[in-house]
C-alpha cells in the first residue's frame, strides 16, 4: 500500500515513513492510494475472527491491509500486546451497551487516561517503539495539550524505548485530575512542561520548537498529533467491531454518531464506511463551536479565530479548525488534490473560508458519503446527561451527551444507532455534579491520584527556555 497527499504531490510513501511523519511535504496530509474492499462474504469472516479471536486479531486483519512493510508475525504481536482486557477493561476491548431498542453507546473509554484516544494512540506507543528500535533511532515527542491528548500520549509513550515526551501544558488550568494523571507518572522518559500562560502559549512554543529544523533535526523532535495516519488507522478498528456488536448478520446497515473535534474520530468512520462497511449515516456532532455542522449543513467551512472559539464543558471538541477534515474534503472532491491545495492552501489562508455549496460534489456529503451533522449546548449537555442518568441509570460524560443528544434528531426507523462514548464522566466532574448534584463514581485504579508525588517543571512560556530544557534531558 502507497500514501499519498491530499495536495498532490508526486511522491508515494509506505506506511512505515508516514508513521514518524507529521505532514505531506506540500502541507498536506497523508491518505492511502485506495482504500482495501472488504466483501460481504470477508465482512462475515471478519465478523467471526472478532467474536472467536478477539479485538487484537480483527485490529490485526484491518491494519495488515494497510500496513505491507512490517512482517505479518510483528504486526500481529503488536496488536496482541496492545489491544488487551488488562489495558482496555474487557474481553470486548469496545463493548456495546443497549440504552434503548436499537440505541447503543459503544465504550472506547475504560484505557489508561478514559478517553477514547487510548484506543489509537496505546497502538502507537508500540508502533513507535518497533519503528525507531528497527531503525536504531530515537525519537523526542513535543507536544502541546489542555487534557485528553496530552495524558494519551504520556501513558501510551511511557517506558517504550527510544522515545521521550515533553507535554507543555498550561501551568494550574487543568482539572485536579488531570494533572494528577499525567503529573504523577514516574517514568524517567516523560517529562511534564507547566507553562506559565494559556493553551495558545504552549501551541505556540510548540510551533517555534518545530519551524526551528536545525534544533528540531539535532534533538530529533517529532509529534503525535491527529493528523497522524496510524492514529486514524487503528480508529477504523472499532467501527467494525460496533458494528458486529450491534447486528446479527452482514446485510443490515447501522449508523454511528460521532462527539467531534478535530474530525479525527469521525473520519475514520468514513474510511470504514469506503472499505464497505454498511454504515448508513455518520453523524457529526458538534458543540458549540460548530464549524462542522455549519459545513455539513450549509456547504460553508469558515474556521473560527481563537476569541470566536468558545470554552465549553466539552473542552475536547472545543476547536476554531478542524484539522482531518482536509483528508474528507479531498475524496469529497474526487480526490482532486490540485483543488484540495487551492481551497486548503490558499483560499482558507486569505480568507478563512471556502465554500462548496454550488460545487457539483457538496450533495455527496449527504448522498453518497452518508453525512449528517448536529449541535448541542451547554444545556443540552446538563439535560442528555440528567435524562440519560434517570432513565438508565447510566451516567455519560459531557461529550458523549453531546453525542447522544444529537444522535436522538437522527434516527431513523429500523436502523440501529451507535453513539461513541469518547470519554468517561470523572474526567470532567465538575459538569456531572451540575447536571446531577452527585459526584461521578471514580474507577479504582484513580482513588487517590490527586495525592501521588507530581513531577513537573514550570517554565515561562518562552521557546527558548523550552530548547534549553529539552536539550538538558535528551541524554
Ligand atoms: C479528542 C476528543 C474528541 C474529539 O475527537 P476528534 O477526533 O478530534 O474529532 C471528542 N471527545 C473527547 C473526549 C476527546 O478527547
Known amino acids: 500500500m502507497n500514501y499519498l497527499s491530499t495536495r498532490g504531490h508526486p511522491a508515494r510513501k509506505r506506511f512505515s515513513d508516514i508513521l514518524l511523519e507529521g505532514l505531506a511535504p506540500d502541507g498536506g ?215 458486529f456488536q450491534a447486528t446479527r448478520g452482514n446485510g443490515q446497515k447501522v449508523s454511528f454518531t460521532v462527539p467531534s473535534g478535530n474530525f479525527g474520530n469521525v473520519c475514520a468512520g468514513h474510511v470504514a464506511r469506503m472499505m464497505g462497511l454498511p454504515i448508513e449515516r455518520l453523524v457529526v456532532a458538534t458543540n458549540e463551536n460548530d464549524v462542522l455542522d455549519e459545513f455539513f449543513r450549509t456547504g460553508v467551512y469558515r474556521v473560527r479565530a481563537g476569541a470566536d472559539t468558545h470554552e465549553t464543558s466539552s473542552p475536547s471538541m472545543d476547536i476554531s479548525k478542524a484539522s482531518n477534515f482536509e483528508r474528507f474534503v479531498f475524496d469529497l472532491l474526487g480526490r482532486d488534490g490540485a483543488e484540495v491545495r487551492r481551497l486548503f492552501a490558499d483560499e482558507l489562508g486569505r480568507t478563512g473560508r471556502f465554500a462548496l455549496q454550488a460545487h457539483p460534489s457538496f450533495a455527496d456529503a449527504s448522498g453518497r458519503y452518508g453525512f449528517a451533522s448536529g449541535r448541542s449546548t451547554h444545556a443540552d449537555r446538563l439535560a442528555t446527561i440528567r435524562d440519560t442518568w434517570e432513565r438508565f441509570g447510566t451516567m455519560i460524560d459531557t461529550h458523549t451527551a453531546d453525542g447522544v443528544k444529537v444522535a436522538r434528531e437522527q434516527l431513523q426507523p429500523g436502523v440501529p444507532m451507535v453513539v461513541l462514548e469518547t470519554a468517561l464522566p470523572i474526567k470532567f466532574a465538575a459538569t456531572i455534579v451540575e447536571a446531577l448534584g452527585r459526584e461521578p463514581d471514580r474507577p479504582r485504579q484513580f482513588e487517590g491520584i490527586e495525592s501521588l508525588p507530581k513531577r513537573v517543571t514550570v517554565l515561562p512560556a518562552d521557546a527558548q527556555r523550552v530548547k534549553q530544557y529539552i536539550a538538558e534531558h535528551c541524554q
Open 29 to 243: 496530509l497523508y491518505l492511502p492510494e485506495h482504500y482495501p474492499q472488504i466483501s460481504e462474504a470477508r465482512l462475515g469472516e471478519l465478523r467471526r475472527v472478532y467474536q472467536e479471536q478477539g479485538y487484537a486479531a480483527l485490529a490485526f486483519e484491518i491494519l495488515s491491509l494497510y500496513i505491507d512493510d512490517i512482517p505479518a508475525a510483528d504486526l500481529r504481536a503488536i496488536c496482541d500486546r496492545t489491544y488487551t482486557a488488562a489495558v482496555f477493561g474487557t474481553k470486548e476491548i469496545v463493548p456495546l451497551r443497549e440504552l434503548e431498542d436499537g440505541f447503543y453507546l459503544e465504550a472506547l473509554s475504560n484505557g489508561p487516561t478514559l478517553a477514547f484516544k487510548d484506543m489509537a494512540m496505546q497502538l502507537l506507543g508500540h508502533l513507535f517503539e518497533y519503528e525507531l528500535g528497527r531503525r536504531g533511532e530515537e525519537l523526542n515527542i513535543l507536544g502541546a495539550t489542555s487534557g485528553d491528548t496530552g495524558s494519551a500520549a504520556e501513558y501510551a509513550m511511557k517506558g517504550k524505548r527510544g522515545v521521550r515526551v515533553f507535554m507543555t501544558s498550561p501551568h494550574g488550568r487543568m482539572s485536579p485530575f488531570q494533572q494528577a494523571q499525567m503529573f504523577g507518572l514516574q517514568d524517567a522518559n516523560i517529562h511534564n512542561i507547566a507553562i506559565e500562560g494559556v493553551f495558545d502559549d504552549c501551541q505556540d512554543i510548540v510551533k517555534a520548537v518545530s519551524h526551528d529544523a536545525e534544533f528540531k533535526r539535532r534533538y530529533k523532535i517529532g509529534t503525535v498529533n491527529s493528523i497522524n495516519w496510524a492514529r486514524l488507522l487503528a480508529q477504523v478498528v472499532y467501527y467494525f467491531a460496533g458494528y
